[in-house]
């Protein structure tokens, strides 16, 4: 994987949020050398000149429904045969426009509220887009920004406040290149709020999460944790992030896209 990807699909930022809950100073240095060695000009040049007087075609409160834009959006249309890591270089030097039009969007009004709705979408992501032809092989990508979404919870109460709306734009900058270099699917939220959780709770998804077939695959286990840390943190009385949490586990077989050597 190519320096320029493990920056933008925020393997330093995951790390970091290791750093803090291992309370790891050094843990925390080698958060810090990736942040520095993978660190672009891509990120230098969103606050430019440049791009700050390009305005948004379009502002929306919702993740989802900016996202839903995104996948109709015929100026990304055929970027890609296929979707994989090398999407992203070529995405973000090609389509930088269209790209950033769509991240700017995003018109944040209540932090905590909307944050909420990007750590939701993250789960959606994951679950809500398992293909029906391919049961049980789940995005490596889609998996990872949930992992990144999670990092960002962990990492906001560390930073001054004047940063923290930054630092959440930036994970949204993450996520839309992830949807559009996996190929922008669908989302479907019915494949998690019309799951029928059958009795299985919390601690079913743990025993299966540690002690599974999975349990040595340390994505797999990530997710899962990432995913009740969702729920612990918002609440969760629709089950929405149980029925994502026992979907994926109950039906995990394999990544598509997985990258030896980062299983950070």
Not at 174 to 190: F, S, W
Request: include cysteine; hydrophobic fraction near 45%.
């Amino acid at each position: 994987m190519h320096a320029l990807t493990i920056c933008l699909v925020g393997l330093p930022l995951i790390h970091l949020a290791y750093a803090f809950e291992m309370d790891s100073r050094e843990i925390g240095m080698e958060a810090l050398a990736l942040a520095a060695t993978c660190h672009n000009d891509i990120y230098k040049s969103l606050g430019g000149p440049k791009h700050s007087e390009n305005k948004e075609s379009y502002e929306s409160k919702s993740l989802f429904a900016i996202l839903d834009l995104v996948r109709k959006d015929e100026d990304l249309d055929g970027l890609f045969p296929t979707p994989g890591s090398d999407n992203l270089d070529t995405l973000f030097v090609s389509r930088n426009a269209a790209l950033l039009n769509h991240w700017k969007a995003w018109k944040i009004e209540n932090p905590i509220e909307q944050f909420r709705e990007s750590q939701e979408l993250a789960a959606a992501l994951l679950v809500g887009t398992a293909a029906d032809d391919s049961p049980g092989h789940y995005d490596w990508f889609f998996a990872l920004n949930l992992a990144t979404s999670h990092a960002v919870r962990v990492v906001l109460p560390f930073i001054p406040p004047q940063f923290q709306i930054s630092l959440l734009r930036q994970w949204w900058l993450i996520c839309v290149g992830i949807y559009v270099a996996q190929l922008r699917p669908e989302i479907r939220m019915d494949q998690i709020r019309d799951y029928d959780l059958n009795g299985k709770d919390w601690e079913w998804v743990a025993e299966n999460a540690v002690n599974g077939e999975f349990s040595s695959n340390v994505q797999f286990v990530r997710t899962t944790r990432a995913l009740k840390e969702l729920a612990s943190t918002w609440g969760d009385s629709d089950s929405f992030f149980l029925k994502a949490a026992v979907r994926f586990v109950t039906e995990f077989k394999h990544w598509r896209g997985n990258f030896v050597g980062y299983e950070l």
